[in-house]
DNA sequence: ATTCGAATTTAGATCGTTCTAAATACCGGG
DNA sequence: CCCGGTATTTAGAACGATCTAAATTCGAAT
């Protein structure tokens, strides 16, 4: 069955010295004098001692423990977001629980619920599609510390995001650029910040450019959505010469429902992306589309948290990563 | 700052029963009357009562916590593999750690100690690239419950996985169907369960079928380094019409690599890959590949922890899921 | 030697839960 | 009204760490 631990107090029973002792060279304190020091690290490593930091936590309050909640881990731009997450926290020798809200509010609930009873020293949060905005109030009202990351609802709280209204202007010049003048956009049905961004950026990077606007259309966050929208988009009244589309994954099944529909993309009609997922680069033509720098999202997000743990006083802190763009063979220029 | 945590004894003094019956409501123990239950569950939701976890744990050594390693965050394969993994866990009312071994035996070493620290009640480990063989041995002697998957090391343990031997026949035999003879392998450099697997399996096709070894390629787990060896295998010995890939990654990244070589996959050259990621249907041509659900392997690996978890005593068992053929544009009937 | 302050070490209470063992309440039958 | 038993409830000791406040040790200065 399960092994019993090594406890501080065996430890301090074979170093002769009491347990307070032990536990103050476990936390590294510099109180303890050197001899002790060594002499109870040795017989740490050969007792094979292993702190238990439930117990540690229940006294002082800290787990070294965040809980992260993403709405989705089959889009790598999540996966890639987390991994950037998992990366500072692992450095600073915090560990991640992780759960997937499935983009259902009522499941965000139950997980915050379950974080809660794990005693998270924080949470980052990509709040889920219908959200109520008083969640981060409520959040804040347990005393749990909050990053919101990617999506954003309520006022103000520490927030890490891309900018994806600079992001679609970015990707509007570069069309206009190419020579394209009627830009469709594709977007996503669900309704979340994340979109209200996009199409912002896309009504604005309109007025902005010598563009014209051929119209909007929706399909649900999955390629197959995407490929079956490709009619749709074909059928517009003013036939569009350029696509911008709301994510990688829209514009990659996009293209491939273009082409099934006999429309070469690229050639006949430029497609970009948004998020430079490795994706992009597999396609055929290769996709042009805006990086958001998933990783390092997620690694502002991470230190914003741990900056959040260290000062619970400090004012709201928006971490916004700019966008890049990255030409492909999806945007040619046209003649 | 933290909020001060709502207790058991609160909870006892405002219902005027004692700690320890509250616990037993909380457990949803059948000893307590049913009026002093509902009595005791109202106040509970009253007040906002939320368990704490790490203290139970401390006293019954159950803290509904699993961990899972995994080598890679970036591969899909992974990310679904623990979304299968997270869905039975959550339904299950545990919780997850997550952590990233980053493929380096002593950073999945440094995790395993945290694992412990933080009281899991068992791991599912992928062990990385280079893992000792006895590191199963070791968890087992902390009195750890492990569960290995897709990757596998040391004497048999509990492990969920798939059946590679039989996808790359599977594909083998698809090939010789469509017409090709002459088949390479395009393997991954790093020494793992998967590659020999993998090419255990290219080898005993080879044997069962009508076609002939063109030779064995190897690349770097990435679309790149697929992308790359385009050349390479352009040049073999004996000019290959097929390629069969360790994995989609690999063949998607070979294509695109093809393609800049002037050689058009699907025509000139099929191309199979391995795992059906949702990757393969969005590459030009279409990608045939084996399926192997990743969720469903996350599932089994779940489903094996917690039968473990029930009865540390059973002897392991293994939980293969089979192979499943997705033909695709870029195998096309030779002529 | 004595004293003082700094450097080290420690006893004992404590965190919030569950366990054990025992106490109390309740019920129908005699 | 007492009895035996079942049904419910409970006091108090754990679990393994950290905190507080106080005790001890150690030099150096007197």
Redesign the interface.
């Known amino acids: 069955?399960?092994?019993k631990r090594v406890t501080l107090e065996e430890i301090a029973q074979a170093a002769g010295v009491s347990r307070a002792t032990v536990s103050l060279v476990v936390r590294k304190s510099p109180l303890v004098a050197d001899h002790t020091r060594a002499r109870v690290e040795q017989i740490m490593a050969e007792m094979d001692y292993?702190?238990?930091?439930?117990?540690a936590?229940?006294r002082n309050?800290s787990?070294r423990?965040i809980g992260v909640i993403v709405p989705n881990?089959?889009n790598?731009f999540f996966?890639?977001f987390?991994?950037g997450v998992?990366?500072v926290m692992?450095r600073d020798?915090r560990?991640?629980?992780?759960?997937?809200s499935h983009d259902d509010p009522r499941?965000q609930d139950e997980?915050l619920?379950?974080?809660?009873?794990?005693?998270v020293d924080g949470v980052i949060l990509c709040p889920a599609v219908g959200t109520a905005p008083e969640l981060p109030g409520r959040i804040a009202?347990?005393?749990m510390p909050l990053v919101q990351a990617l999506r954003e609802v309520g006022p103000p709280t520490d927030f890490a995001g891309a900018d994806y209204i600079s992001a679609v202007s970015l990707a509007m010049r570069h069309l206009v650029a190419q020579g394209c003048r009627r830009v469709a956009f594709l977007s996503v049905s669900a309704r979340t910040s994340a979109r209200e961004e996009r199409l912002a950026g896309y009504a604005r990077a309109l007025a902005e450019t010598a563009a014209e606007d051929a119209g909007i259309v929706e399909a649900d966050l999955t390629?197959e959505g995407a490929a079956r929208s490709a009619a749709q988009i074909l059928a517009l009244d003013t036939r569009p010469d350029a696509v911008l589309c709301f994510n990688d994954i829209l514009a990659?099944?996009l293209?491939?429902g273009l082409?099934q529909a006999g429309c070469e993309p690229g050639r006949d009609l430029a497609v970009v992306g948004l998020d430079d997922l490795?994706?992009a680069?597999?396609?055929?033509p290769?996709l042009t589309s805006v990086a958001m720098d998933a990783p390092g999202i997620g690694r502002k997000a991470a230190r914003l948290l741990a900056r959040r743990l260290a000062d619970?006083g400090a004012p709201p802190e928006q971490d916004i990563v700019a966008p890049r763009l990255v030409v492909r063979g999806s945007s040619p220029k046209r003649v």
Chains 1, 2 share one sequence.
Not at 50 to 55: F, K
């Open positions: 069955m399960q092994q292993v702190r238990d930091i439930g117990a936590r229940l309050r787990s423990t881990l089959v790598s996966t890639e987390l991994s998992e990366e692992a020798d560990v991640v629980l992780l759960a997937n499941r997980i619920q379950r974080f809660r009873g794990h005693g009202g347990w005393g390629w990659a099944g293209m491939a082409r490795p994706l680069a597999l396609t055929y290769t619970s």
